[in-house]
């Protein structure tokens, strides 16, 4: 943005945003206010705007700008402008206190920031209280800041660094008695619920930062004040949500549950909430019963070691579980939900004491547990058809399912199985209670070892056997029990003949097809062997795929299935038998490339494309050495219709995708064996990558480069492959953000290089293309995308381990020579990129990848880079915009001796780690 605009047009756009009728008129007005908060400009422009106080929707703008301005562009403003910046935004709040309550949230949130990194407005909390603590109208937005400030202190948006962080924990700290007496007397003398619901909001945000004594907190009224809420019957429901997330903040602050007074006195004030929980339940009020169960879980949570290390004393008392138990009973499955990460966590601990005495005291609240969830994991009797596996209640049966495999080992698989068992055969259930407890055996079926095989065989014969008048979702849920015991039918392929027909009636029936199909998918993978004299079977229903109504996952599963099979067939047959599975798609390709683009059938290939890619992905037959792999003829017989079909949809990313992954798997199934098509491929993929740049033939580039660069013969063509695909790759990214607009583009080009380096180093060192590479390598390491992050961190790390590795190797001192010139040339540039962007551009979680870069060129030249880091950190900034201190010249040459003195990279790592907070 130029100039300043007028706030008369600002306002206009601002009312366009809101109110204009045209989509396309809100668009250019958010464009344009997007272009206004990010100019210099936007300061004025704020300040003036909530000056005005002309309306909501100007005033919420100008306040959200404010507080952007502060949380991402703090350093445009000199420093002696932020008193009066202070000042100002504490005059807004005032006088805008009465116009809406999210233009005092944002205000609030500008004040908390501007705070946190104005290092020279020392004790804030005392002056905001000392000012506005007596004037009961301003109490609502003092609580408002003083809620937000703590909630703040770690805020990603907030770069404020380690040191300043601690410094504001530290006058926090030393202000929280202050707050405390605050908050008491706004609960004592106000009856306004309002005010209390603030009240309760500030109190657990200062809990959540850990900065209130415990000791003191356990002897104060507040903490009396939040139960008697909670116990009472009467509380409203938003102030019983307020009180018990209070509560929840609390627990999660203990850190120390030894010796903690306010640990002692929220389990004993939760224990006494069990009568206001059953009042809640009789009063059908399930937004209470959610937040107790809340509660109770978070207790749980707080004092599980107690709960395993010492189980029926002190507080590891299991009164604690019995309340989750009677949650767990709730007839609202939600409500059991809440508990799932504590069960979890129990069996995790327990699993790991691996205490036969310890597992028998919680076996029996496990078995409880289990009963429970096979209650809730019933359908309604008036349920129509198949169980919905998407749905809320869908989702909640699969999340049972992975909490059921987690808990079984406590309460044994067999002994769980046998009496699920039990249930149906001695008694007549309901079909929604047998369809229940069938679930729950598919659960753990494949935990019962093979010695109980008897049990096992009679719950098999007694699946296949069930009639067909059955409830369609019993049935369902049978099929997916028989694919659960595939492992069964491994064991006894006597019954594999019976199975199969049952899975081929329900493969016949719209509602139970897919689930039939992913059932013979299980057993084609588990029982391959004895599969194999059933393959012109699996042969014909892949055939057939289309008259069988299946989901296109249950389809390419069968498919997966069925090649899995043909893999374990005679090496003579293979050929033939694959040339016929692939036929069918082959066929269909042919007809969608004949047919004309108007006539208005479906010209999509992509679901025949995806058919051929898992079938040769999964055909891997073994071959010994000298033998002519049996797919190889079929591969070349289909190429001509895949480049066709490629060639057709050159425009079309999606099906481009297709057809490349297709000819990933196929080259990779036949390996060496499709050097007939390297020539060809090689010069479609070129041609068309000239018009269309889809990142795919990059990464099928390097997927012809880690089969072939090894041989001589091919490494000068797969050279100028790739610097063929690099011309089109460099313009793209050099377009306006570039990069950012095309990670899977970046992604893919450093996969490609990562192959060549791996594969054919010295002929990639020595070719004019490398040192473009290297320059967009370290461009790119500033890209915060997971993946192509990545891929240039590790192109860079085998870049440089090629100069150490494998020194008994003829080639090694041309290797080493080479790096060497590689990094006299860039050396320095990279390490101050690398320590730039972990300071202020990617995310913790890349730092492992960034620091065995630096620990390979350590590795390969310690001297050099002792002296490149210490040239890096002296170009970092010490002192932040706000004036506070970032990083002390102690800690600079620590991080210095940390990670010069390393010896294995994972040191160099956690000094990389603890170094970046400073800047975080």
């Given amino acids: 943005m130029e100039g300043k605009p007028n706030l008369q047009l600002v306002n206009q756009a601002v009312q366009a945003l809101y109110h204009d009728p045209d989509p396309s008129g809100k668009e250019r007005a958010s464009f344009w206010l997007g272009e206004l908060q990010r100019s210099v400009h936007a300061w004025e422009v704020s300040d003036q705007l909530l000056q005005l106080r002309q309306d909501v929707e100007s005033c919420y703008f100008a306040a959200q700008t404010m507080k952007m301005k502060i949380q991402t562009s703090f350093y445009e403003l000199p420093a002696d402008s932020h008193i009066s910046l202070r000042d100002s935004l504490l005059s807004h709040i005032q006088n805008l206190k009465d116009l809406s309550p999210v233009i005092v949230t944002q205000l609030a949130l500008a004040i908390a920031d501007l705070a946190l990194q104005m290092a020279s407005w020392k004790g804030c909390v005392q002056t905001l209280v000392e000012k506005y603590s007596n004037d009961e109208s301003s109490l609502p937005f003092l609580l408002e800041i003083l809620t937000v400030l703590p909630e703040e202190v770690h805020s990603r948006s907030l770069r404020i660094g380690a040191n300043r962080r601690a410094e504001i924990i530290e006058e926090l700290a030393a202000a929280s008695s202050t707050v405390v007496s605050l908050l008491l007397n706004c609960m004592e003398k106000e009856n306004d619920e309002k005010m209390l619901i603030k009240a309760f909001r500030c109190l657990g945000s200062w809990f959540n930062l850990g900065v209130l004594n415990s000791n003191v907190m356990a002897n104060n009224r507040l ?137 028998n005291i919680f076996r029996a609240y496990i078995q409880r547990l289990l009963h429970a969830l096979a209650r809730h994991c019933q359908l309604d009797p008036d349920h129509e058809g198949v169980p919905e596996e998407t749905d809320d209640f869908g989702e909640f049966r699969m999340r049972v399912s992975d909490l059921v495999k987690d808990l079984i080992f406590l309460v044994g698989s067999m002994e769980c199985f046998s009496q699920l068992y039990a249930t149906l055969k001695e008694g007549n259930p309901p079909w929604e209670v047998t369809e229940a407890v069938l679930f729950i055996m598919a659960s753990i079926a494949k935990s019962v070892g093979p010695e109980n095989t008897p049990t096992l065989v009679e719950v098999l014969k007694g699946v296949v056997h069930l009639p067909e008048s059955v409830h369609m979702a019993v049935r369902y849920t049978s099929v997916e029990l028989v694919g659960e015991m595939s492992e069964v039918m491994d064991r006894n392929p006597q019954f594999l003949d019976p199975v199969l027909g049952f899975l081929m009636k329900g493969l016949c029936e719209k509602s139970l097809a897919s689930v039939a199909a992913k059932a013979l998918h ?39 299935g069925t ?133 795919c033939f990059l990464y099928l580039g390097s997927i012809l480069v880690d089969e072939y660069g090894m041989e001589e013969g091919c490494q000068q063509g797969l050279l100028d492959m790739l610097q063929a695909l690099c011309i089109p790759t460099f313009q793209l990214l050099e377009q306006q953000n570039g990069l950012r607009n095309h990670p899977d583009t970046v992604d893919d080009l450093f996969r490609l290089s990562t192959r060549f380096i791996q594969r054919s180093p010295i002929v990639l060192l020595r070719s004019q293309v490398i040192i473009h590479i290297l320059q967009w390598a ?109 990083v002390t010249h102690k800690q600079l040459t620590d991080f210095h001796k940390q990670v010069t003195s390393a010896e294995a990279c994972k040191q160099v790592c956690w000094a990389l780690r603890d170094f970046t907070r400073f800047f975080r």
């Fill in 223 to 359: 903490l009396l004040l939040l139960f008697q809420v909670l116990q009472r019957d009467q509380t409203s429901s938003n102030l019983h949500e307020a009180a018990s997330d209070c509560v929840c903040s609390a627990l999660y602050a203990i850190e120390n549950v030894e010796s903690n007074a306010l640990a002692n006195q929220l389990f004993e004030g939760v224990l006494t909430l069990e009568a206001a929980y059953h009042m809640a339940v009789a009063r059908e009020d399930l937004d209470k019963v959610l937040n107790y169960c809340r509660v109770f879980t978070e207790l749980c949570e707080t004092f599980l070691e107690k709960i395993v290390t010492t189980p029926g004393q002190g507080l590891g008392n299991l009164q604690t579980l019995e309340l989750l138990l009677i949650c767990a009973g709730h007839p609202q499955y939600e409500v059991a939900e809440i508990s799932f990460n504590f069960w979890y966590r129990l069996g995790e601990h327990l699993y790991k004491t691996n205490d036969a005495v310890l597992h």
């Fill in 778 to 886: 370290i461009a790119s390491t500033s890209l915060d995308h997971r993946d192509a992050n990545c891929s240039v961190m590790k192109f860079l790390r085998d870049l440089v381990h090629t100069g150490v590795a494998n020194d008994h190797e003829e080639d090694f001192e041309v290797r080493k020579e080479l790096i060497r010139q590689v990094l006299n040339q860039i050396g320095q540039q990279l390490i101050n990129q690398l320590l730039q962007t972990c300071c202020f551009c990617l995310p913790p979680y890349t730092l492992p990848d960034v620091a065995e870069v630096l620990w390979e060129i350590m590795t390969f030249d310690r001297p050099t880079f002792c002296r490149w880091l210490e040239n890096s950190l002296k170009g970092l900034p010490k002192e932040t915009s706000g004036g506070a201190v970032t």
């Fill in 522 to 560: 299980n057993i084609c993978t588990v029982c391959r062997d004895h599969m194999a004299q059933h393959f012109n079977g699996l042969l014909e229903i892949a055939r057939s795929l289309d008259s069988f109504m299946l989901s296109p996952d249950a389809a390419v599963g069968l498919l997966k």
């Fill in 563 to 695: 090649a899995l099979v043909l893999a374990r067939l005679p090496l003579e047959k293979i050929s033939e038998c694959l040339s016929e599975l692939c036929a069918v798609q082959v066929i269909a390709l042919k007809k969608l490339l004949a047919q004309e683009p108007s006539n208005g059938i479906t010209s999509d290939p992509t679901l025949f494309l995806d058919r051929l890619a898992v079938i040769f992905r999964h055909t891997n037959p073994i071959v010994e050495n000298g033998q002519t792999h049996p797919c190889q003829k079929v591969i070349q017989e289909i190429w001509p219709v895949l480049s066709e079909t490629l060639n057709k949809h050159r425009a079309d990313n999606r099906v481009v995708e297709r057809c490349c992954r297709c000819l990933r798997f196929a080259v990779r199934c036949v390996g060496k064996g499709s050097a007939a098509l390297l020539q060809p491929l090689v010069t479609q993929m070129v041609n068309v990558y000239q018009i269309h740049q889809h990142s």
